[in-house]
């Protein structure tokens, strides 16, 4: 015990795993409730095999790279809107309410996506889709955040974050599965359906959260449910705490303003470390790995698409162990420090991957004008006059040309050795396949391209336990109660903001600057994040919901991170 409050230490995570047997209603609600951080990350997921297949099957999202970034990027959209949306829905009809929307809006555009006759149509099933994440991305935790004692709070909304990271390595299996099968994509994207009917008949059995209905006036209800979530010894404590909070919100009753919002220096404050957690989860540049996983594989040098999944199905299991990592260390380590160490390792990870995806680059294979020639009138038109003029090209000029048609990569056997440039069409591609030789359109074939995977595994070991989990706690239970849905709202609208411009911009920029310049972008991004955990996130390990608006009222920066805070000067009492 420090300053009258628990410590959250490494015992948090084993009476985390100890709720199972003493109170299994407490995990009942934390994982019925995660299903929503599941859905999450499925369609995180998902979308980086599938795109794989649509653009075999519709032949203009292959060749136009910013309608393979729509697909992508107007389900983020539909978040954007969703999370905006999902903010006022908590507030005033519940986070259960919320959470059953959300699944519904999934459900339908799962049956969207699948049946999808062209990329219009696939488009419009994103929307719903980005919707429905867009509101369960803050719901669901918050439910688990309101719902948690607050000994284990922290492991329990880490819960929520496996879970997304779970939903992202179930997608790349299922990808997988139907790589072989008729319709490929379609299945990937409708087998979503089902977690979210799942979750919509859980939800409907479970009650809803007790912090919001004590704030509502349903203080009975309140109470029932804190009962069976609490230990005897600590329910009278709970349920003083959380009427002290309430009564305090209740008189001041005008309605929220964004200028209320600013004036209040806990929620400012509050604002200014959850939106900046938000902002940089993203611009460090985790949903491009996530998104474009196979995409980068492809970049680094591996062509085919069913291996370019079965290597980014590594990174992705990396993420699940990561997060699983997190529910640890969140309560033992702290907020604050985690996402410090989380940082420098993903600025440690992207300097390797910019240097390697620059090797690459210098030292594609050549083309050779003999091997071309191979292909009778199938040689890439641009080489070809490029040739005449006694100009050298390698591989990547070769599928970077710009002139009409686009040309693709025949590699030798010995795939570093010089290959032919030729036009990027199915005859081509099949002739080539004929002789067993590589095809490439997206990346060259390197001897580097096994250090690029490392340095993505380093990326994703680093970032899952820190970043991939420490921004959703922190916004979870930063903010006084009243005001916790719409900033909760504003932080995750802020999300899917920043993913929708670094998921829409990715795939352009590897093409102008190159992935090499692209990962420095986020490497630098990335330094800059480390500065601002140090200068506006407090630590909020093991400190009560109703007590963290105390703390931010009377003291905010923290330089000196590494040392333990007393708590006694937030009690209110």
Request: hydrophobic residues 45%.
């Amino acid at each position: 015990m420090e300053g009258g409050v628990p410590e959250a230490d490494m015992s948090a995570f084993r009476e985390c795993l100890s709720l199972s047997w003493k109170n299994p209603y407490v995990l009942r609600l934390a994982f019925s409730a995660g299903i929503g951080g599941l859905l999450f990350g499925y369609d995180t997921g998902v979308i980086s095999g599938a795109l794989l297949y649509i653009r075999d099957d519709f032949k203009s999202v292959d060749r136009k790279t910013w309608l393979q970034e729509a697909i992508v990027s107007t389900a983020i959209a539909g978040a954007i809107i969703g999370a905006a949306v999902g903010g006022w829905i908590n507030d005033r009809f519940g986070r259960k309410v919320s959470i059953i929307v959300a699944d519904t809006l999934f459900f339908i555009g799962s049956v969207i996506m699948a049946a999808a006759n062209g990329p219009a149509v696939l488009i419009v099933g994103r929307v719903f889709v980005g919707l429905g994440v867009g509101m369960a991305s803050m719901a669901s935790p918050l439910y688990i955040s309101e719902a948690s004692p607050t000994r284990v709070r922290g492991a329990l909304v880490s819960l929520n974050s496996f879970l997304i990271t779970g939903g992202q390595f179930l997608s790349y299996l299922i990808n997988l599965a139907f790589t072989k099968a008729p319709g490929t994509w379609r299945w990937m994207l409708g087998v979503a359906a089902l977690p979210a009917l799942i979750q919509i008949v859980l939800m409907l059995s479970l009650p809803e959260s007790p912090r919001w209905l004590y704030r509502k006036g349903k203080e009975d209800e309140a109470k029932v449910i804190l009962k069976k979530i609490y230990e005897t010894e600590d329910y009278d404590n709970e349920i003083q705490q959380l009427k002290e909070s309430v009564e305090m919100e209740l008189k001041d009753t005008e309605k929220i303003s964004m200028m209320q919002l600013i004036k209040t220096t806990s929620v400012r404050r509050g604002l200014y470390a959850g939106v900046g957690l938000a902002f940089f989860q993203q611009f460090v540049g985790i949903n491009t790995v996530m998104y474009y996983s196979p995409s980068i594989v492809q970049l680094a040098g591996f062509a085919s698409n069913r291996t370019a999944l079965l290597l980014s199905l590594i990174t992705s299991g990396l993420n699940a162990l990561g997060s699983i990592l997190s529910i640890y260390f969140i309560d033992k380590t702290g907020r604050k420090k985690l996402a410090l160490i989380s940082l420098t390792g993903v600025v440690l990870s992207l300097a390797l991957l910019t240097v390697t995806f620059r090797q690459t680059e210098i030292h594609s294979p050549m083309v050779s004008p003999f091997e071309s020639k191979q292909f009778s009138n199938n040689t890439c038109p641009e080489f070809h006059t490029a040739a005449l003029n006694n100009q050298k090209w390698n591989c990547m000029r070769c599928i970077q040309a710009t002139n009409k048609p686009s040309c693709g990569f025949c590699a030798v056997h010995d795939k570093v050795q010089p290959g032919a440039c030729v036009i990027n069409d199915d005859y081509t591609k099949k002739q080539c396949g004929n002789e067993n030789r590589a095809w490439y359109t997206k990346g060259c074939p390197s001897n580097f391209g096994w250090i690029a995977l490392v340095g993505l595994g380093l990326y994703i070991i680093f970032f899952s336990p820190g970043m991939g989990t420490v921004p959703w706690v922190v916004n979870s239970e930063i903010y006084p109660l009243r005001y916790r849905g719409i900033c909760g709202g504003i932080a995750s609208t802020t999300v899917w903001v920043s993913n929708l411009v670094v998921s829409q911009s990715f795939l352009s920029l590897t093409e102008v600057i190159g992935p090499s310049w692209t990962f420095m972008i986020f490497g630098v991004i990335s330094i800059a994040a480390i500065i601002f955990v140090i200068v506006f996130v407090p630590e909020t390990k093991g400190v009560p919901i109703e007590e963290v608006e105390d703390m931010l009222e009377k003291r905010f920066v923290q330089i000196k991170f590494w040392k333990k805070r007393d708590y006694d000067q937030y009690q209110k009492h």
